[in-house]
């Protein structure tokens, strides 16, 4: 619901939807359901792809914030402030169950880590278009390309050392393992193994 700060004009501020905004903005009630569908980054949500990569970003870092700036080739970013304390269990639980959606038997990116020389942490999402009534189902082969989910996915690596932090949106993709997620490993490939460009 807010700018990252980074050093350009016109950032999108996205949208963090709350029974306050929907009273403003809409002049309607917020239901339960929308807490729990907001939560999962869905109904009114909005973010951008930067917002994604930032909020990664603090997750490799246990939390520390940071605002994010545009550098050019071979100039190294300033040194990132030490991380404050945190419930260590809690970041090493998440870290976990992002580290297993790449490495784990049933992860939805596991496609990823074949050949890895690292291990990655991260998460596959899907973005919605349209709305599809509850009994429906959606059958993408039976949607409009235009109209077919975005795929997501956000990540760092080496998940026990990070050095990158990743956010992938490939619009109208469909699954974020399938689409986006391999996007996201060529780039980490490249900045942990290959030249940085």
């Known amino acids: 619901g807010r700018p990252t700060g980074i050093d350009v004009g016109g950032e999108s501020p996205g949208l963090l939807p709350s ?8 002049n309607q009630a917020w239901y339960p359901g929308e807490t729990v569908i907001t939560g999962i980054g869905q109904g009114f949500m909005q973010a951008t792809p930067l917002q994604l990569a930032v909020a ?10 940071f605002t994010p700036r545009l550098v050019l080739d071979g100039d190294a970013p300033a040194a990132p402030p030490a991380a404050p304390p945190v419930d260590r269990k809690q970041w090493e639980a998440v870290v976990g169950a992002m580290t297993d959606v790449i490495h784990g038997a049933r992860g939805t990116a596991r496609g990823i880590a074949q050949g890895a020389a690292y291990r990655i942490a991260g998460k596959t999402g899907t973005a919605q278009i349209f709305g599809i009534a509850q009994e429906e189902e959606y059958e993408e082969a039976e949607v409009p390309e235009h109209l077919r989910d975005h795929a997501l996915f956000i990540g760092f690596a080496p998940a026990d050392d990070p050095r990158i932090a990743v956010a992938v949106v490939v ?9 986006a997620a391999p996007v996201a ?10 030249d940085r460009w």
């Open 19 to 26: 029974r306050a905004w929907k009273r403003a903005a809409r």
């Open 56 to 65: 990664t970003a603090q997750l490799a870092r246990g939390g520390q914030p």
């Open 171 to 179: 619009e109208n993709g469909g699954s974020g393992g399938r689409a």
């Open 185 to 194: 490993r060529a780039v980490m490939d490249r900045y942990l193994l290959g």
